[in-house]
């Protein structure tokens, strides 16, 4: 269980007014989805980053069952992240963008290539081991970006807009990953701003506003 308890920051340069001191609060249990939901500026991205330690808090407290892990680098949290864009090394072909998040060296086991292989079967990319990602589709890369994610088993999966401009096949092929890790027990922390990824993945969801998480109507969330 993730539990995150008025985890807080603010920006040492900021417009007056403009930039609310942040305070996050919210638990996440292992094999849940929690979404979250705000307008451009509301601090999305200050929560992933607060949570993955890219960002220092000025205080609270973030733990994963009794163990802290504000004291814990980034590489040691178990959690992972996932972005819209940007995900990909452009001069590495597939199985090595893959591989990167296994062993930053790149030297690869033979079961950790197995691995990639069987993972790129798995998520309908088994022709693409050696494609490099500028010869990939969107969804294509995307698949990648997240089985480079899964791969590394972590407990926590950071997904930002990670289906932002996907069609809906596509989409749903994601989803599909997505929920197979988290009835796998992957615990599951989605920002995005569409309704269809909240609906089809979220066991709760929260709305920021002046920089904390408010709890939404449950009974919002509609299967697709
Ligand atoms: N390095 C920084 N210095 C000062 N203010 C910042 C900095 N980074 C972000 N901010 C401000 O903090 C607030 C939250 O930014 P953040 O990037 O977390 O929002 P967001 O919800 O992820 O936005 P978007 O949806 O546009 O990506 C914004 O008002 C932004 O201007």
Request: hydrophobic fraction near 40%; proline fraction near 6%.
């Amino acid at each position: 269980m993730l539990s995150c308890r008025s985890l807080s920051f603010h920006y040492a340069q900021k417009a007056p007014g403009e930039t609310p001191d942040f305070s996050f609060s919210f638990t996440l249990a292992p094999s849940h989805c929690l979404a979250v939901q705000g307008p451009s500026g509301s601090g999305k991205s200050t929560l992933l980053n607060l949570l993955a330690g890219f960002l220092e808090p000025g205080g609270g407290a973030l733990c994963w069952n009794d163990a802290d892990l504000l004291s814990q680098p980034p590489w040691q949290r178990g959690m992972t992240t996932v972005f819209q864009e940007h995900n990909l090394f452009e001069h590495l072909p597939v199985w090595a963008n893959i591989g990167a998040g296994l062993a930053a060296n790149l030297k690869l086991t033979a079961g950790q290539r197995q691995q990639i292989h069987d993972g790129l079967e798995d998520v309908g990319l088994g022709g693409l081991y050696n494609r490099l990602p500028a010869e990939l589709s969107g969804g294509q890369r995307q698949r990648v970006a997240l089985l480079r994610a899964l791969l590394r088993q972590p407990r926590l999966l950071l997904l930002d807009e990670p289906f932002s401009g996907l069609d809906r096949t596509n989409r749903e092929a994601l989803w599909a990953l997505v929920k197979r890790q988290q009835n796998a027990g992957v615990a599951v922390l989605l920002v995005s701003h569409d309704p269809e990824d909240i609906r089809a993945l979220a066991d709760s969801c929260y709305q920021l506003e002046d920089g904390r998480l408010v709890a939404q109507d449950a009974s919002k969330i509609l299967p697709v």
